[in-house]
């Protein structure tokens, strides 16, 4: 362990797998000393997720579905009952009904895009009120956004609109939660193979087309991820705030 972490404790939503964004964090955090609680979304996601909490030693391996109702909070009950304070929160979660994701922006039904920026979107929101009162000694939270957000991307579409609200929430949270010491920030990486990407069209091709224009000529990994995520749960990573954070190969200057 590197030690920037040691005596942080975090907790991680999002790990689905061990090709998850979310994953590349936690195994980052915890290599750098931080005490981990991690989620999993329901029970068909448990058995996936358990023997990577196994791996990494972490103190608190919990159920999170966001859209059940108390679910969310008695996660943050068990970290108060358990450790008393938080120090950063990674948010690596984002869902849309399949028919609107694969559908026209224009075409979109009101249930499927309040679904998706409930889920996408107010979930942090909601993180960030139940993370507030724990951070007394301030601390970092981060979500996942994508370049969809500021430009059309071919077959991204509801999603674009979604994390679009997500970054500007980011912004405003930034803003009010400033004064406790709090930094609030995206990570937007570029495309790479995990399997919520995998739902969208021709997503293989936008991966070619990835690595093919981006400056470095390649795609990122998880890791590559996890370790800018490990940054800003530092003490030096906490002066960065409001702020989008591009880990895509150079991919977002191209426009």
Not at 156 to 183: D, N, Q
Not at 244 to 250: I, N
Request: hydrophobic share 45%.
């Amino acid at each position: 362990m590197s030690g920037e972490l040691q005596g942080r404790r975090g907790l991680i939503v999002g790990i689905a797998n061990d090709q998850s964004i979310a994953w590349g964090c936690a195994r980052a955090c915890r290599a750098a000393g931080a005490e981990l609680a991690l989620t999993w979304l329901n029970d068909k996601a448990r058995p996936h997720v358990e023997p990577l909490a196994d791996q990494l030693g972490a103190t608190l391996r919990l159920p999170l579905d966001v859209e059940r109702p108390d679910e969310l909070e008695a996660v943050f009950a068990a970290i108060d009952n358990t450790w008393g304070g938080l120090d950063f929160l990674v948010h690596s979660i984002a869902f849309a009904p399949k028919a609107d994701l694969q559908g026209r922006v224009v075409d979109s039904s009101a249930a499927g895009f309040a679904r998706a920026m409930d889920i996408s979107c107010h979930s942090f929101l909601r993180m960030a009120r139940l993370a507030e009162p724990l951070m007394t000694q301030g601390g970092s939270l981060v979500t996942m956004s994508y370049l969809g957000a500021e430009e059309v991307v071919a077959n991204y579409g509801l999603m674009g609109p979604v994390k679009a609200a997500l970054e500007s929430s980011v912004r405003y949270l930034a803003a009010e939660l400033g004064p406790k010491g709090i930094s609030v920030n995206a990570v937007s990486p570029g495309p790479m193979a995990t399997r919520a990407a995998s739902g969208l069209p021709h997503f293989d091709e936008l991966l070619e087309r990835s690595r093919e224009r981006a400056p470095l000529r390649r795609l990122v990994d998880i890791d590559e991820v996890g370790a800018l995520c490990r940054f800003l749960a530092s003490e030096p990573g906490r002066a960065l705030t409001g702020n989008v954070l591009y880990v895509d190969a150079g991919l977002h200057i191209l426009g």
